[in-house]
């Protein structure tokens, strides 16, 4: 009788203690994870491990639209990130190639690939060179759970590079599909120079995933960039293809 018993309490307890967990769960309080843990998962929501994505970037200036370019990228979160211009015509044929810390651009009939700098803003628009070809910032900063309520995860990010273009970055995301809402760009000194906000979740590539980016310049207001994500593939990119020797062919 007395093993039934204790049978009996062993199972109640464990059922009380599973009821308990989803309950508690269900007000937002889960595992606790680190601020690495969310980000690794957050890029893995947003991105493949390599693939294709074709994108259109849309410039504009005192809140009206000044031009357009629309592009074809190939990446390994490994290697690097291939970009090729598709539009407008007179930029048609363009590269630009990251690797690592480094970064190129091939101008059709000029011999020689010109060296960029990752902080520099893409062809004028409000966002940098690096934003928009790396697609891993888990290597480039450390991070840090700064808030957690029932809803979201508050990160901050401090750059352990001086590569990257900003010291300083908070990124809210969603904490039931730990993706991301907005992020904010700070100088070392605190003072807050941009922030992005993400929109229009769809699938897109077998992804559940943000499809609009757009990036807003608060030291120049009314100049901001919308990244629209056309396409977006799981695909094996030979690593031949993150090369100099590549990119003037």
């Avoid at 091939?106 to 902080?119: D, M």
């Amino acid at each position: 009788m007395r093993s039934l018993m204790t049978l009996f309490l062993t199972f109640s307890i464990l059922v009380f203690s599973v009821l308990n967990l989803a309950f508690l769960n269900s007000l937002g309080f889960s595992q606790t994870l680190s601020g690495k843990e969310i980000l690794n998962r957050v890029e893995k929501n947003l991105n493949f491990d390599s693939g294709y994505i074709e994108m259109e970037i849309l410039d504009y200036k005192d809140n009206k639209f000044n031009r357009s370019f629309v592009v074809d990228v190939l990446f390994d979160l490994n290697i690097g990130t291939l970009m090729e211009f598709k539009s407008p015509p007179r930029e048609k044929g363009k590269k630009i190639l990251l690797i690592k810390d480094s970064m190129w651009m091939y101008v059709p009939g000029v011999s020689r690939p010109v060296r960029l700098s990752a902080k520099d803003n893409f062809m004028g628009t409000s966002i940098e060179n690096k934003e928009l070809l790396d697609y891993k910032m888990s290597d480039d900063y450390e991070v840090e759970v700064i808030s957690n309520d029932t809803s979201s995860y508050v990160l901050e990010l401090k750059a352990n590079t001086a590569s990257v273009p900003y010291p300083r970055v908070i990124l809210a995301v969603d904490k039931s599909t730990f993706l991301p809402t907005r992020m904010e760009f700070y100088t070392l000194s605190g003072k807050l120079i941009k922030y992005m906000v993400f929109s229009d979740v769809k699938e897109i590539g077998g992804k559940m995933r943000p499809t609009v980016y757009e990036m807003r310049d608060v030291l120049t207001e009314g100049n901001f960039t919308k990244i629209v994500f056309n396409k977006l593939e799981s695909r094996k990119v030979p690593s031949r293809i993150f090369s100099l020797e590549n990119l003037t062919k």
